[in-house]
């Protein structure tokens, strides 16, 4: 059983950045799909960003050109880089992990790290 463990979360103010991190508890290597959602208040959850181990992404449309998703092997880790933050980018941010090019429902997530950005 993977853990994931999110870092970075805060408040910024409009404009601003953040870094938001996810540790795994073991080798990423087995997990081909790593990615973050977000849930506002009063919404379902989304997908942000996710990237796949052959290098393929795909991003929220909201989001394209602000956020960026990276991944470090040697750490287990999966990182968003979020710039020029809204508003509406406030939400509990979850990572997910799964061993598909999928998130299927098997799939592996942290606990979640509140972003609010203030305007």
């Known amino acids: 059983q993977v853990q994931l463990v999110e870092s970075g979360g805060g408040l910024v103010q409009a404009g601003g950045s953040l870094r938001l991190a996810c540790a795994a508890s073991e080798s990423t290597f087995g997990l081909k799909t790593m990615g973050w959602y977000r849930q506002a208040p009063g919404n379902e959850r989304e997908l942000v960003a996710a990237l796949r181990s052959g290098g393929s992404t795909n991003y929220a449309d909201s989001v394209k050109g602000r956020f960026t998703i990276s991944r470090n092997y040697g750490k287990s880790t999966v990182y968003l880089q979020m710039n020029n933050l809204k508003p509406e980018d406030t939400a509990v941010y979850y990572c997910?992990?799964?061993?598909?090019?999928?998130?299927?429902?098997?799939?592996?997530w942290g606990q979640g790290t509140q972003v609010t950005v203030s305007s």
């Open positions: 997910t992990a799964d061993q598909l090019y999928t998130i299927s429902p098997r799939a592996y």
